[in-house]
């Protein structure tokens, strides 16, 4: 896997991806709380091998089935 070195994400990214249901993160430099707004339809999110401190925001996720998180 590739990691992309990424530490934000876009503020717009409900709105322009709104049927996003696969958000792979893995392996970038997320350090802060990196939840916006909910992106309705997201089924699965993969958060491994970042450096963040909180998850707060994740329950605006309703739709998640499956949440891989390893710090």
């Known amino acids: 896997m590739i990691a992309n070195q990424l530490s934000t994400l876009s503020l ?3 709105t322009d ?3 996003l249901q696969i958000r792979n993160l893995a392996r970038n430099n997320f350090k802060g709380n990196i939840f916006q707004s909910s992106l309705i339809y997201l089924r699965e999110l993969y958060l491994s091998n970042n450096f963040l ?19």
């Open 12 to 14: 717009t990214l409900s």
């Open 17 to 19: 991806l709104p049927n």
């Open 53 to 71: 401190v909180s998850i707060d925001g994740i329950g605006e996720y309703k739709s998640i089935q499956s949440i891989r998180i390893k710090l």
